[in-house]
C-alpha cells in the first residue's frame, strides 16, 4: 500500500513556466487536499476536493488550478510560476470527513 | 477563518525531560477538532494527537498529552520523558466539524533534544 505519492520531490522552474505536480492515492479516498507550506510557516490549505468531479478553493488559490477526473488523482497545476510560489507543497487524503488526514511526502518546488 | 497561533519557535528539552509546547485558536464555533502533527527533517507530515472539543478528557498517547482548556482557547502539547527522535517541528491545527477536514495550522514550535 504506497498511501499518498506525489511527484516530483523537487523542482526548480523559471518565472512565468508552467508545471503540473502529481497527487496520487491507492486509498479509494473520497477527500484530496493541496496545502503550501512556506519557510517558517504552517501549512495552508490551496485546494481541496470532495470527490472525483467535485473541486473547492481553499486559503489561498491564486495562481493554482486543479481537477479531480478520478478517485485517485489530484493534480496541482501552476500556469505561470512567481517567485511568491516556492514553496513545499503537500497532498493529503482522507476517507471520510471525520477521519485523519494521511500526507504525501512532499514536493520542494523553488521559482527563480 | 480560524487562526492558529504558536508563539514559541524554539524549545529546547533534556533527553528524559519533559516538554511543553503552547497553542492558542480563535473559533467562534462550539464544535470542532485540535491536533498535534509532527514533522521531522524528512518532511514527513505524522499525526501525534487529536482532540475532539466535544470530550472534556484530555487526550493521551503513550508519552505524548494535551491540556485542552476549551474556555481559554487552549491546547497545549507535554512530551514526557523526551526522545531524540522527538526533535522535529511541531504544528497545532484546527478543524471545524463542518469544514470538509479542512486543517488551520499554526506556523509551528521547533523542538531540540538535548542528548
Known amino acids: 500500500n504506497a498511501g499518498v505519492t506525489q511527484t516530483p520531490k523537487f523542482r526548480i522552474l523559471k518565472i512565468g513556466q508552467s508545471m503540473t505536480l502529481q497527487c496520487t492515492q491507492d486509498?479509494?479516498?473520497?477527500?484530496m487536499y493541496w496545502y503550501r507550506q512556506d519557510p517558517g510557516m504552517g501549512l495552508k490549505l490551496i485546494y481541496y476536493?470532495?470527490?472525483?468531479?467535485?473541486?473547492d478553493k481553499g486559503e489561498v488559490p491564486n495562481g493554482y488550478n486543479v481537477s479531480r477526473s478520478t478517485t485517485e488523482d489530484f493534480p496541482l497545476r501552476l500556469e505561470l510560476a512567481a517567485p511568491s510560489q516556492t514553496s513545499v507543497y503537500f497532498c493529503?487524503?482522507?476517507?471520510?470527513?471525520?477521519?485523519?488526514?494521511?500526507f504525501g511526502n512532499g514536493t520542494r518546488l523553488t521559482v527563480t | 477563518a480560524q487562526t492558529v497561533t504558536q508563539s514559541q519557535p524554539e524549545m529546547s528539552v533534556q533527553e528524559a525531560e519533559t516538554v511543553t509546547l503552547s497553542c492558542t485558536y480563535d473559533?467562534?464555533?462550539?464544535?470542532?477538532?485540535l491536533f498535534w502533527y509532527k514533522q521531522p527533517p524528512s518532511r514527513q507530515m505524522i499525526l501525534v494527537i487529536r482532540?475532539?472539543?466535544?470530550?472534556?478528557q484530555n487526550a493521551t498517547e503513550n508519552r505524548f498529552s494535551v491540556n485542552f482548556q476549551k474556555a481559554a482557547k487552549s491546547f497545549s502539547l507535554k512530551i514526557s520523558d523526551s526522545q531524540l527522535g522527538d526533535a522535529a517541528m511541531y504544528f497545532c491545527?484546527?478543524?471545524?466539524?463542518?469544514?470538509?477536514?479542512?486543517?488551520?495550522f499554526g506556523k509551528g514550535n521547533q523542538v531540540v533534544v538535548i542528548p
Open positions: 493529503a487524503s482522507t476517507e471520510f470527513e471525520d477521519s485523519p488526514l494521511h
Open positions: 486509498m479509494n479516498h473520497n477527500y
Open positions: 476536493s470532495v470527490g472525483a468531479g467535485i473541486t
Open positions: 473559533t467562534s464555533e462550539s464544535d470542532y477538532y
Open positions: 482532540q475532539e472539543a466535544y470530550k472534556q
Open positions: 491545527a484546527y478543524r471545524s466539524d463542518y469544514g470538509n477536514n479542512r486543517l488551520a
